[in-house]
Each structure stands twice: as structure tokens, then as C-alpha cells.
């Protein structure tokens, strides 16, 4: 009886074999199963002609569920090197990349119909000149409607003004809704939006990328905030349309994703395209990844997961702030979507392209070693690079972390009718409640952390474990009334700077303010309709956004990751602050970027001043190679946490000594608790080990990882390859 070989979404590094007597099997599609008193979904990976398994303990498959694979040879070789690579379970790893609707049974691999709106009987009839002149947003709508139907997601994506304007014709009955198949996912039929000419540096990039069409190379855009780097993708991604090849469009971040979409829409309003991301509904991802695997989709466009995602006609991938640590799943499959964007590439021999004004040291290293094409954007587009300045607050002191030179020159910005942005990377009102009788704080029971003060809500909240309580009315342990908050989030100085100006209309984006659906759209189009005078937010801010009325930054606690033990903390700081400063003067203004420091002299923040990232990226590598950190050495990370430290060190500890007996070409570090030791009530510790030699890291921890799965212990743990975080 044919034999089909299946992954299944269990916490078991094997596959697991079936009959199967349906001609629509294939490698690649849905099958249902019984596995031990359930039935699972898993996914065809190999038809052997044999099992190692007894013939009569092999179960028989209950159904294939597609006609067609959902996943072609291509993907799963991308997916099976990701499972083996990060050492976690293929199938785990299959069904992670599938859309959830389809990991369930009850689900046709078909995608639902896309919901739209076209002009009714009634509509047809009405002239844009019968609109109001001052109605822009509606007459825009109207003429949309005239050259084709709009989709659900189009609408959504123009923003607030368009979804009012098409609630209006709705109610007058000048629209009705339609379905169409999932290949309408295309932008409304506008003529593309004329391309600006580039300049001699950007022109040499678009040669350099399409030079590469059709074949394997990883180019380093480095290209300071401002230099046009966006322009760039958009030429390159014209030649890969051109060719009716699909490209896959990666960044860190969802917010990132409507301002992008918008720019991609306006340039290709005939090119169809996907969005993957977590913001996403379980139809709503099905329906794009339907379309992307189809080839519907000429352009994909999404954060970490969507490097996974079925393209068969891929010809260009593009990774925008490549060095951004969101690019790492942190938990559960810790896999970097950047570094397996340039597998995929390899694996599809097509060009990928790497872009950021501050690349990670582990993709300039490459750059410098040649393994990747380095071409740089020196220069900003229009616009002078921001005037970076340090307040040393060693000198001045400051009132709700407000320094007075900020305040002065938040005034000086507000008097001339120019936008300015106050940057604190902590959000809520203050990072801690404390006492000053007896000393009490405001410490997570769960977390080896504090609970962060949001006063407006009266509540006490853990940024971790997701903790919530009231704020006290007085001291647990004393009783005294006299308790405060200590220190300065997002409210705290939006508070401050409310009445400070209070004529001025401050606006605070942080992860509390954008939780809405759509919130931060709407808030992008009051800050670009200037509406809003003084931005006070989180590194929501920081990336890829355009602002062109905004030329002041101040920026707040940046000293606050000096303190930090990671080795990569002063890398990136420096990205951050470099981002955050990018925000300012993209206009017709020079733009000023003050950080409040008590370190005014560090070489961070001189490189800053300077905008010299060669030179600092160099000296940090010259760092890293004298102190054996990556790039210059391949680390792994055993994590384990149990409910009390003992049990986890003593796991640790046990690990180490199955270590030690592999071979001697890896270092084994000691156990130790991690840094944040104590999360959601578990108690977390941490083993190390590293090897010059990447093969002989991944040779080790494939011995090492099949000793550990037989060890009994109470411990929860799990293997962290190339960890970001520590």
C-alpha cells in the first residue's frame, strides 16, 4: 500500500509515516490523520517506497484535503533547512508557515471571495462637479469608483478620510458591495506615480541590483536616513515586474506596513498585492497567502513570517532595516527572517537586497569581507543631514526629564509653525512606584522587574507577563501615604509638555495609543496634514516614516542601554538614535537632534555627532574580534526555566557535563540566570557555548540536542542558535 511520509504540528522531532491510497496525494499537500486518540492536519513532505516502522502499526491517512500541493519543493527545502538549522521540530516548523485557517480540517484550500464596492445605478449618474470642492476625500473616492472597484482592503489602506467618504455613498446608495475572486486583490487602476530622478548614487544602486537579476547576490544598501533608499527598491522592484517575477518586500515592523503599501500602490497601481503580518485576521491571512502562493500577488509585502511564504514566481527579495532585532523570533521557532531571506535567495538564485543606514555588524562584516556587494547612499535627497548635538545634563538639570535647552528649543520649533518630536523609549507614565518612607517599589510577584505606572488608568502594569493591578492608595508595607512615581515614561512627559504648551496639540504614540485597529494610520495623517505640533513616542517613531514638517528630535534616557550587559547594546543604541534622528529635517529645513545625556564625551555619542557609522561600525568589530564575540565566533544559547532557579541551574548544570563529553572544538560556558530572571512566575537560566568554526557548532549541537531530549528533568528548555537576545 503507498506510503506517505507527514509532518505534524507535535513537539517531536520525527516525521511520521501512513498509508494512503488517494490518488491526490502529493508532497506538499494537506492530509488529515489519526495520531494517537485525535486527528491532526499535517503536511505530505516525502512519498517513500518504505517505513521503518512495523507495517502493521502504520495508521491509514482519513483524507488529502487539497488537489493541488500548497507548498512546493522549493518551500519545504526552505522550511527544512530552517528546522534543521534552528534545531526545532519540521513539522512544528511546516504548520507554523501556513496560515492558521488552513491547520484546520474544516478549512478548503480556496481562498474566501474579497469583499469590494463599486458604484451603484444610483451612482453612475453622479459628476464629481456635483461634490462640494472642499469634499476632496469624496470626490477623490468618486473618481476611484469610475475607473475600477475598490476592494475592502484598498479602502482601509487609503485611510480614515476614504473609509468616511465611502460610508457616505454607502448611505446615499450611490455604492454597493460585490464579491470578487482573491486575483482582485489589486489597487485602484490610478496612473503610477511619477518617479523622481535619481541621483548618480542612486542610479549606480538600481544598476547594481538589476545586474544581479536572474542569479544569486546579496547587495548592501547602506544608505543614511533620507538618502532615498525606498526610491531604489521601487526601480529594482519595476525590473523584477517587468519580468512577471514576484517580489517579497520584508520589514521589522506591522507599522511600517501602511505607509509602504501606499508608496507601493501609488508607483504599481496595476501590480496585485499581499500582506502578511500579524495584524492580520485568520481570513484575511489566509486570502493573501492564497494570492501570494498562486503567483496573484506580484508584490508581498510583511514582517518575519512572510519569508516563508509560497512564491513561485520569486525574482527579487527585499529586506528594509535588515538590522533590526524584531527580524529574530524572540520564543518558541527563534529564527532570524533575515538571514533566511538570504538562504531563500541562494536556494532561488535571485538577488536580495539588504538595506538600513546602520547595518548589523554580522551583514557589514560580509560587506567588508566581500561575501556581500556594499553600495552606499552618502547623501540625503533635498536636504541637509540633521545638526546632532549633545544637552549634557551634568550641567542642566531636568523637570519631567525635560532639560531646558529642550524646552527652549521645543519652543523656539513651536513659535515658527514646525513640528518637533520628544523620543522616550518607555512607554506608561513612570517605570516605577515607590515609597519614600521605607524604600517599597512597585515590583512585579511574576517578573524579576518593575510594574509600570500608568496613572491615567490608575493601574500598575507589567510590560512582560502583562500584570494588572490598581495603583495603591498607600504603601503596602508602611502604610504611608506618601507614595510617587519615580522616573519618566511617554505620559509622564506628555503630561509635562501639556502644560508646558498647552496651546500647542501634542500627540503620543507609543503601544499603548496605537493598540486600536488603525490607530497609528490615523495618527500618520494628522501628523502629515499637520495637525499635530509636538510628537512624544516610543521607536514606533523611529523607522521609515516621513515627516517632512518635523525638524526637531529630542530624545530622552538614551543612557539607559549603556548600563546594559549585552554586548550588543552600544550597537544598537546607536541604530536607534541614528533612526530617531533620521525623522528630522527631511524637508526644506536643516533638522536638530538633541539627546540629553550625562555621557556627553562617549565615543557613541561623538561617532553620533559625527554621523561617522564606518568608523564606529569598524572600531566595534575591531571590539568584538578582540573579545571572541560574533561575528568573529558562532554561539548557541540553551535556555531553561522551571519554578524555582534550582531546577533549572541543576538541568543546566547536567547539560554541560553531556557537553563537555561531545568534543573539545566547542567552549562551554557555565550555567547562569538570565538576566531577566524571574518571568510569568518561571525561573529562567541560561547556557553559552560557542565555536570559531560554524560547522563544528552545528555538528555539536546536533549530538547535543538528541542527548538533551532523553535527559529527565522538570525544566523546560530550549536551544537559542545565533541568540540576539541575552
Not at 523637570?399 to 523620543?423: C, H, Y
Not at 562617549?602 to 564606518?614: M, V
Request: net charge positive; with cysteine.
Amino acid at each position: 500500500m503507498p506510503l506517505i511520509r507527514v509532518a505534524l504540528d507535535v513537539p517531536l522531532a520525527q516525521l511520521f509515516d501512513y498509508h494512503c491510497t488517494d490518488s491526490n496525494a502529493r508532497i506538499g499537500a494537506r492530509v488529515l490523520v489519526p495520531f494517537s486518540r485525535q486527528q491532526l492536519v499535517g503536511v505530505i513532505v516525502a512519498m517513500p517506497t518504505h517505513s521503518d516502522f512495523p507495517a502493521a502499526k502504520i495508521k491509514t491517512c482519513h483524507q488529502v484535503l487539497d488537489h493541488s500541493p500548497l507548498l512546493q519543493r522549493a518551500d519545504l527545502r526552505l522550511i527544512e533547512f530552517a528546522a534543521d538549522y534552528y534545531l526545532h521540530p519540521l513539522g512544528a516548523v511546516v504548520m507554523a508557515t501556513i496560515p492558521v485557517a488552513l491547520r484546520r480540517h474544516s478549512t478548503s484550500a480556496r481562498a474566501p471571495a474579497v469583499i469590494a464596492y463599486r458604484l451603484s445605478a444610483l451612482g453612475q449618474n453622479i459628476s464629481v462637479d456635483d461634490i462640494p470642492a472642499k469634499a476632496r476625500a469624496q470626490r477623490n473616492v468618486l473618481q476611484l469608483l469610475q475607473q475600477s472597484i475598490l476592494t475592502s482592503a484598498t479602502i482601509r489602506q487609503r485611510g480614515l478620510a476614504t473609509r468616511r467618504a465611502m460610508s457616505d455613498f454607502l448611505q446615499l446608495g450611490w455604492v454597493e458591495t460585490t464579491d470578487l475572486p482573491t486575483s482582485a486583490l489589486l489597487p485602484p487602476a490610478d496612473l503610477p506615480a511619477p518617479a523622481p530622478e535619481l541621483t548618480p548614487a542612486q542610479r549606480a544602486a538600481v544598476t547594481a541590483i538589476e545586474s544581479a537579476h536572474g542569479h544569486y547576490q546579496a547587495i548592501l544598501l547602506r544608505g543614511i536616513t533620507g538618502s532615498g533608499k525606498t526610491e531604489v527598491y521601487l526601480h529594482a522592484m519595476a525590473k523584477a515586474l517587468a519580468l512577471h517575477q514576484q517580489v517579497l518586500f520584508l520589514v521589522p515592523e506591522i507599522a511600517l506596513t501602511p505607509q509602504l503599501f501606499g508608496v507601493l500602490a501609488a508607483r504599481f497601481p496595476n501590480a496585485s498585492m499581499a500582506l502578511l503580518h500579524s495584524g492580520l485576521n485568520d481570513q484575511e491571512r489566509l486570502k493573501h497567502w492564497q494570492a501570494a502562493r498562486l503567483g496573484e500577488a506580484r508584490i508581498v509585502l510583511g514582517t518575519r513570517l512572510a519569508v516563508f511564504a509560497p512564491l513561485p514566481a520569486l525574482g527579487l527579495i527585499i529586506v528594509d532595516e535588515e538590522h533590526d532585532a524584531s527580524f529574530k523570533q524572540g520564543d518558541g521557532f527563534r529564527y532570524s527572517a533575515r538571514d533566511l531571506a538570504v538562504v531563500r535567495a541562494r536556494h532561488m538564485a535571485v538577488p536580495i537586497v539588504l538595506g538600513s543606514a546602520t547595518p548589523a555588524l554580522e551583514t557589514y562584516r560580509n560587506a567588508l569581507d566581500a561575501r556581500y556587494q556594499l553600495v552606499t547612499l552618502p547623501s540625503r535627497i533635498h536636504a541637509k543631514p540633521p545638526l546632532i548635538s549633545c544637552i549634557n545634563l551634568r550641567l542642566e538639570r531636568a523637570t519631567d526629564g525635560l532639560s531646558p535647552s529642550l524646552v527652549q528649543a521645543l519652543r523656539t520649533r513651536l513659535s515658527r509653525g514646525e513640528q518637533s518630536m520628544v523620543f522616550i523609549n518607555r512607554r506608561g507614565y513612570a517605570p516605577v512606584l515607590m515609597c519614600s518612607s521605607c524604600g517599597w517599589n512597585s515590583a512585579c510577584k511574576r517578573c524579576s522587574a518593575k510594574l509600570v505606572v500608568h496613572l491615567r488608568d490608575r493601574r500598575l502594569r507589567c510590560h512582560h507577563c502583562g500584570h494588572d493591578s490598581a495603583i495603591p492608595p498607600h504603601c503596602p508595607e508602611c502604610g504611608d501615604a506618601d507614595i510617587a512615581p519615580l522616573g519618566q515614561g511617554t505620559q509622564r512627559v506628555e503630561s509635562a509638555l501639556v502644560k508646558l504648551f498647552p496651546e500647542a496639540r501634542i500627540l503620543r504614540v507609543d503601544r499603548d495609543s496605537v493598540s486600536r485597529k488603525h490607530a497609528w494610520r490615523d495618527m500618520r495623517e494628522h501628523i502629515q496634514q499637520r495637525q499635530v505640533d509636538i510628537l512624544v513616542g516610543t521607536q514606533i517613531l523611529a523607522k521609515g516614516h516621513d515627516f517632512p514638517h518635523l525638524n526637531l528630535v529630542g530624545v530622552i534616557n538614551a543612557d539607559s542601554m549603556l548600563y546594559s550587559t549585552d554586548f550588543r547594546a552600544a550597537e544598537r543604541l546607536y541604530a536607534l538614535l541614528t533612526q530617531v534622528a533620521g525623522r528630522a529635517g527631511r524637508g526644506a529645513q536643516q533638522g536638530q537632534v538633541l539627546i540629553q545625556t550625562e555621557f556627553a564625551d562617549h565615543p557613541l555619542y561623538t561617532a553620533l555627532r559625527d554621523q561617522d557609522f564606518d568608523g564606529y561600525a569598524k572600531n566595534l568589530l575591531t571590539e568584538r574580534h578582540q573579545a571572541g564575540f560574533p561575528p568573529y565566533i558562532h554561539q548557541a544559547l540553551l535556555r531553561a526555566e522551571a519554578r524555582d532557579i534550582a531546577t533549572a541551574i541543576t538541568f543546566l548544570t547536567a547539560a554541560s557535563a553531556l557537553a563537555q563529553a561531545i568534543t573539545p572544538s566547542v567552549t562551554i560556558y557555565e550555567p547562569v540566570p538570565s538576566s531577566m530572571m524571574r518571568k510569568a512566575g518561571r525561573e529562567r537560566a541560561q547556557l553559552l557555548v560557542q565555536s570559531a568554526s560554524r560547522q563544528n557548532l552545528r555538528t555539536f549541537l546536533n549530538a547535543w540536542q538528541h542527548q538533551l531530549v532523553s535527559t529527565s528533568t522538570t525544566a523546560r528548555w530550549s536551544l537559542d542558535v545565533d541568540p540576539a537576545e541575552f
